[in-house]
């Protein structure tokens, strides 16, 4: 089994910074794309940005230059440092993790959800 567990959300002032982790653990032969989708009270899950694991990064126009994905592959973990954080951007944060367990098995994850709020 695969389990991802998050952290790093909290309140923050606008325009402050905020990092979220998401370390993924199990029994894992090989992650191919990690990234960050967030839900807002009452509107749709959105893409907040994706990296797979040859670094290809796709970020959302909504964060980009504001936010930046990244991840430590030998830690298995995907992080999203959120600068200039708007009263917009608060949400539920949630990451996604997919690849392959050992046995061949496909993984695709969400993680538990972490809340970002933002004060105006």
């Known amino acids: 089994q695969v389990q991802l567990v998050e952290s790093g959300g909290g309140l923050v002032q606008a325009g402050g910074s905020l990092k979220l982790s998401c370390a993924a653990s199990g029994s894992i032969f090989s992650i191919n794309t990690m990234g960050w989708y967030r839900q807002a009270p009452g509107k749709q899950r959105e893409l907040v940005g994706t990296l797979t694991g040859a670094g290809r990064t796709n970020i959302s126009d909504s964060v980009k230059g504001r936010f930046t994905i990244s991840r430590d592959n030998a830690k298995n973990t995907v992080y999203l440092k959120m600068n200039t954080l708007k009263p917009e951007d608060a949400a539920v944060y949630l990451c996604?993790?997919?690849?392959?367990?050992?046995?061949?098995?496909?993984?695709?994850?969400w993680g538990q959800g972490t809340q970002v709020t933002v004060s105006s």
């Open positions: 996604n993790v997919n690849g392959l367990q050992y046995g061949a098995r496909w993984f695709d994850l």
